[in-house]
């Protein structure tokens, strides 16, 4: 071989492939505990693109970052280490009652190497993207928030109007100015009608747990930007379907390489995982992100 076209070979070889995005779910579930503040710190520290995390509101209207509209015994304790009683609703208590349990002192018995961390309160939205505003890591500089709306329509007790929500959420972003580094995404589309109509420019992403007849035509109604589908549902078909209308395709939550490789094979834009490091890691070994 021509030693011209050998080291245009060589230069190809160790260019980077297209950048799939990693995003830490909850933060880092699998070594942090989830959706607290050492996640994303952590999530930082190992160079996620996006956050991933989950906000609920309590009594008072304040946003706070937590998967269950109830305290999960599982993860918390109650003051005194006293145990969290059953179907305790974070909307029955006030910001102040709700940070006196601790969330993080439990260790998540799905993840054997996530590492406890007493004393740890369930963060407000607004005490996230100040950790990530003070952050040193090199990552917070670029680093993008994706924030599910938690709804439940059969339950609106345990939850503001979305309406509200998105009133309250989309307020502080906007007041933060941070929207332009926000995806907000739900299970309830209500949720992103109402953003929406609030922040026209918002980018928006439909979480499906399963098979939907028709993503595309869904999407395009809804707005929505990116579609995050279970990443075992998500086809090849589907993924240049959604692409060829401009539509990003974001699975979640893959934690292994063979989940990792089929989802890197079928084309997908970003991937969200509990596992941000190791992710990161296996993406360089395939040349598709850089060691930098």
Same mark, same amino acid.
């Not at 209207?61 to 006293?82: F, I, K, S």
């Not at 589309?189 to 499906?208: D, E, Q, S, T």
């Not at 490789?261 to 395939?286: K, S």
């Given at each position: 071989? &021509? ?10 070889? #160790? ?6 995005? +990693? ?58 280490? #006293?145990?969290? &009683? ?53 990552? #917070?500089? /670029? ?6 709306? /938690?709804?439940?329509?059969?339950? &609106? ?24 580094? +926000? ?15 609030? %922040?026209? /420019?918002?980018?928006? %992403? ?8 028709? &993503? ?17 549902? @998500?086809? /090849? ?16 939550? #893959? ?15 970003? @991937? ?7 992710? @990161? ?12």
């Amino acid at each position: 071989m &021509p030693a011209a076209l050998l080291a245009m070979a060589l230069l190809t070889a #160790a260019r980077p492939g297209p950048r799939i995005e +990693v995003q830490g779910h909850r933060g880092a579930r699998a070594l942090r505990p989830e959706n607290t503040l050492p996640a994303f710190e952590y999530a930082l520290s190992v160079g996620a693109d996006m956050l991933e995390l989950d906000v609920v509101v309590t009594k008072d209207d304040q946003v706070v970052v937590m998967h269950d509209p109830y305290l999960n015994p599982v993860l918390c304790t109650g003051p005194d280490g #006293a145990p969290v &009683p059953e179907g305790l609703a974070v909307r029955s208590l006030t910001l102040e009652a709700l940070q006196r349990y601790d969330c993080g002192a439990l260790k998540n018995p799905r993840f054997p190497r996530q590492v406890p961390v007493p004393g740890t309160r369930v963060p407000t939205l607004e005490a996230v993207l100040d950790l990530v505003k003070a952050s040193p890591h090199p990552a #917070a500089k /670029k680093v993008g928030f994706n924030i599910e709306l /938690k709804l439940e329509p059969a339950h &609106p007790e345990l939850f503001p109007t979305p309406e509200r929500f998105a009133e309250l959420v989309v307020g502080l972003l906007g007041r933060r100015g941070v929207l332009n580094r +926000v995806v907000i995404q739900s299970f309830d589309y209500r949720a992103l009608v109402a953003v929406k109509a609030l %922040a026209p /420019k918002a980018r928006l %992403a439909m979480l499906i747990s399963d098979t939907f007849p028709n &993503p595309v035509a869904i999407a395009k109604d809804l707005g929505a930007a990116i579609i995050s589908p279970h990443h075992e549902w @998500i086809t /090849k078909e589907a993924v240049r379907a959604l692409h060829a209308e401009g539509v990003r395709v974001v699975p979640w939550t #893959a934690n292994d390489e063979a989940a990792w490789a089929r989802l890197v094979d079928l084309g997908v834009d970003g @991937i969200i995982t509990d596992d941000p490091a190791a992710l @990161i890691a296996y993406l360089q070994g395939r040349k598709l992100r850089s060691t930098q």
